[in-house]
């Protein structure tokens, strides 16, 4: 299985910051990784695919990038709404696997 | 606008059954994969189970194999997990999720609300 370890488990941001969030496969994978946030009680939403594509109507204050190994999600100005828990998920291969996640709060 | 509802959580003690549903809409059901996605209280999320846009193939987590079994429906637009042998572990909310393609390991572009299982005695 893919094993995907993703860092650091949480972190505190002001509005205002750039926040950047790493994920690393215990193998490559290409570029099948997808990044998710998810608020609490509600079910998770998709970000980002291919590690860098945009889902439709995700701000572009979201990036994506990475390949191989190692990925990266970057929020360039964190805003109110950003404030939540995110995954990333590798598509390479069955079984699915998840990041432990990475939860953003308030400083 | 894809719209997808699980349902058939609940109460279940340990070694029993359930069986969830996911009844889709907004989009073409049978050109897309299909997931299934648990989340223990407080946990991380974990995968359980795929399945293809026509049925015939089906993917398991290790955890599950041979205990659960996934299927759908195209007359009723409805994914199903149905679920055996449950163990107080397993206490989680199941998402169901549309995966973008018809076939094959894929990201989960749209999510349902899910449903909470809870096993216990």
């Known amino acids: 299985d893919i094993q995907m370890t993703q860092s650091p488990s949480s972190l505190s941001a002001s509005v205002g910051d750039r926040v950047t969030i790493t994920c690393r496969a215990s193998?490559?994978?290409?570029?099948?990784v997808a990044w998710f946030q998810q608020k609490p009680g509600k079910a998770p939403k998709c970000l980002i695919y291919?590690?860098?594509s945009l889902q439709n109507g995700v701000p572009s204050t979201f990036r994506g990038s990475g390949s191989g190994t190692d990925f990266t999600l970057t929020i360039s100005s964190l805003q109110p709404e950003d404030f939540a828990t995110y995954y990333c998920?590798?598509?390479?291969?069955?079984?699915?696997?998840f990041g432990g996640g990475t939860k953003v709060e308030i400083k | 606008e894809v719209q997808l509802v699980e349902s058939g959580g609940g109460l279940v003690q340990p070694g029993g059954s359930l069986r969830l549903s996911c009844t889709a809409s907004?989009?073409?059901?049978?050109?897309?994969?299909m997931s299934w996605v648990r989340q223990a209280p407080g946990k991380g999320l974990e995968w359980v189970s795929s399945?293809?846009?026509?049925?015939?193939?089906?993917d398991y987590a290790d955890s599950v194999k041979g205990r659960f079994t996934i299927s759908r429906d195209k007359s009723k637009n409805t994914v199903y997990l149905e679920m055996n042998s449950l163990t107080v572990e397993e206490t989680a909310i199941y998402f169901c999720?549309?995966?973008?393609?018809?076939?094959?390991?894929?990201?989960?572009?749209?999510w349902g609300q899910g449903t909470l299982v809870t096993v216990s005695s």
């Open positions: 999720a549309k995966n973008p393609e018809y076939f094959g390991p894929n990201w989960l572009e749209s």
């Open positions: 907004g989009f073409s059901f049978t050109s897309s994969a």
């Open positions: 399945i293809s846009g026509s049925g015939a193939t089906a």
């Open positions: 193998q490559g994978i290409r570029n099948y």
């Open positions: 291919g590690a860098s």
């Open positions: 998920q590798q598509y390479d291969s069955y079984p699915l696997t």
